[in-house]
């Protein structure tokens, strides 16, 4: 019995040591990817599929993005349920799973759209890619729109009714206005300009861009000076006054928290106080900065409640009109118009009561 448990415990050892020098002769080759919890699943065919080299760029996976999604806890084999013993050499269509199998509300949500009948799901969405809305940035969100509506069209549509129709297409993620989304967000991403021109456009910064700022620590620190992930308004002010950030532009865009798929034009977005009536108690005071992460998606961190509009260079180049309303002092102004009413409508009624009494 001891001689067993001796043989066990070696056994044991030797097994430790072999899953040890196999991972290190991975990471050392550059190939130790995360799979999520799946990744003994998956790891076979992300060891072609996740390696430019092996595949071309319509099969290749980026491991990383990848790894973080939903569907990489599932596994590959959960969709892809159709692949043969002889694959890749086998049939080229290695499922007999949909969309709909597991998204079968959203489906029927996005068939009675006017989208439904003119893009499948993989129009916008890359299901080896697919994150969050709050995963996502606003300016993702638009790329996806413009895969069909060019940004001529879509200026030129807007426009016959929109007034600074660039200003509010840069400012706005298209979903805001055409899902049924009802709670939104200013979210505000670190962008550099391209060029030295103030009205140049603006690309939103990389993991790697701002992460060299850093020295590879994390890069929240930029704003977040104190990392206690939570950006007040004297942390925005400070990294707007920062000479060592000149060249770094903080853009603002407002988008929903959870968009819908229900895509169409909804009555009320036609209405200026849709957005420029929220008042100070409205949703539209929520605001996050938004972080790149070195997987592809974005991290939200709280912003102190009416940053974005009360906070003097905050965002120097975001203001929303209508979002500083007072109820109080919009109560004292219609008094004081009431009553600056009462003269000369008392004085004009009396007059009229009073007409056959005069000669």
Not at 61 to 66: A, K, L, Q, R, S
Request: charge should be neutral; aromatic fraction near 8%.
């Amino acid at each position: 019995m001891k001689l067993a448990g001796q043989l066990k415990h070696q056994i044991f050892i030797l097994s430790l040591f072999l899953v040890l020098c196999l991972g290190a002769k991975e990471q050392a080759q550059g190939t130790a990817f995360s799979y999520g919890d799946s990744e003994s699943r998956n790891a076979p065919c992300m060891t072609c599929h996740g390696e430019q080299s092996k595949v071309d760029s319509r099969n290749y996976i980026d491991p990383i993005g990848f790894g973080h999604t939903t569907h990489a806890k599932f596994g590959c084999t959960t969709c892809h349920d159709a692949i043969t013993a002889d694959h890749p050499d086998g049939k080229p269509v290695a499922r007999t799973t949909n969309c709909g199998d597991c998204h079968n509300e959203i489906i029927t949500q996005y068939s009675a759209s006017i989208h439904g009948s003119k893009a499948p799901c993989s129009g916008c969405h890359n299901p080896h890619s697919v994150f969050s809305p709050a995963e996502v940035s606003g300016e993702q969100l638009n790329k996806q729109c413009a895969a069909c509506h060019t940004r001529n069209r879509i200026m030129a549509t807007h426009a016959k009714w929109l007034p600074q129709t660039g200003l509010h297409l840069d400012g706005i993620a298209c979903v805001t206005c055409h899902s049924k989304a009802e709670n939104y967000v200013i979210t505000i991403y670190i962008a550099n300009r391209q060029g030295s021109d103030k009205e140049s456009k603006t690309k939103l910064s990389s993991f790697d861009e701002l992460s060299k700022r850093t020295a590879g620590d994390q890069i929240h620190q930029l704003i977040d000076a104190n990392r206690d992930n939570y950006v007040s308004l004297e942390e925005l002010r400070a990294f707007n006054r920062n000479p060592g950030y000149k060249d770094l532009y903080l853009k603002a865009m407002l988008t929903p928290i959870n968009p819908t798929h229900s895509f169409q034009t909804f009555d009320n977005r036609w209405d200026c106080t849709f957005c420029h009536a929220s008042g100070p108690e409205g949703i539209m005071q929520v605001s996050y900065v938004v972080f790149p992460e070195p997987d592809g998606t974005y991290r939200q961190v709280a912003v102190e409640k009416g940053a974005v509009m009360d906070a003097l260079h905050a965002v120097p180049d975001f203001y929303l009109m209508g979002s500083t309303r007072n109820n109080i002092l919009n109560k004292v102004g219609l008094l004081i118009i009431v009553g600056g009413m009462v003269m000369p409508v008392g004085h004009g009624f009396l007059r009229f009561l009073s007409r056959k009494n005069r000669p």
